[in-house]
T-cell receptor
Framework: RKEVEQDPGPFNVPEGATVAFNCTYS??????FFWYRQDCRKEPKLLMS?????NEDGRFTAQLNRASQYISLLIRDSKLSDSATYLC????????WGAGTKLIIKP | DAMVIQNPRYQVTQFGKPVTLSCSQT?????MYWYQQKSSQAPKLLFH???????NEADTPDNFQSRRPNTSFCFLDIRSPGLGDAAMYLC???????????????FGPGTRLTVL
């Protein structure tokens, strides 16, 4: 089992829809969790840190489920510009990256 | 604006010809990382510097070396590039405090390496 797993997608979603994807991790001692966004042929950029209590930033909501060892990202009212690959990162003094989930928003 | 800068953005080299990629940062972060990323794959950590302390990942080939002459600069040296080393090389920085796990990272735009 990979340390951090994501569904590679692609998720094809109509504009305005809500989309959610998860990232599972194997190390129960993991302490920090992040979602990054990466556009094609660009560098990853931090989208959100994921806190135990969950957090929201505009249309984006991130949640952590320690019992089941996954984090989730919810995007509401999706825009064409949300099309990208979303990578999760899990850390416990070592950073482990998921391979990313590709999201395509269609008009 | 504080940032992470990588040069060059595109590098073409010949098989076996040494190449050096550079990274500089104005964020004054104490940790600098080098990643290799191939198409549709996760970034793969090659090594990182925690201040001056060098940390090599166990599966990083000896062909890859790094130098950090000061806080702001970090270099990636590929001694004898092979065709399999063609990839995007990403430099990142973060600020880490004592007893605190690795924090969010800030990436440079990357250097895309082509090996002919």
């Amino acid at each position: 089992r990979k340390e951090v797993e994501q569904d590679p997608g692609p998720f094809n979603v109509p504009e305005g829809a809500t989309v959610a994807f998860n990232c599972t991790y194997s190390n129960s001692a993991s302490q920090s969790f992040f979602w990054y966004r990466q556009d094609c042929r660009k560098e990853p950029k931090l989208l959100m840190s994921v806190y135990s209590s969950g957090n929201e930033d505009g249309r984006f909501t991130a949640q952590l489920n320690r019992a089941s060892q996954y984090i989730s990202l919810l995007i509401r009212d999706s825009k064409l510009s949300d099309s990208a690959t979303y990578l999760c990162v899990v850390s416990n003094y070592q950073l482990i990256w998921g391979a990313g989930t590709k999201l395509i928003i269609k008009p | 604006d504080a940032m992470v800068i990588q040069n060059p953005r595109y590098q073409v080299t010949q098989f076996g010809k040494p190449v050096t990629l550079s990274c500089s940062q104005t964020l004054n972060h104490n940790v600098m990382y080098w990643y290799q990323q191939k198409s549709s794959q996760a970034p793969k950590l090659l090594f990182h510097y925690y201040d001056k302390d060098f940390n090599n990942e166990a599966d990083t080939p000896d062909n890859f070396q790094s130098r950090r002459p000061n806080t702001s600069f970090c270099f990636l040296d590929i001694r004898s590039p092979g065709l399999g080393d063609a990839a995007m090389y990403l430099c990142a920085t973060s600020r880490v405090g004592s007893g605190i796990s690795y924090n969010e990272q800030f990436f440079g735009p990357g250097t895309r390496l082509t090996v002919l």
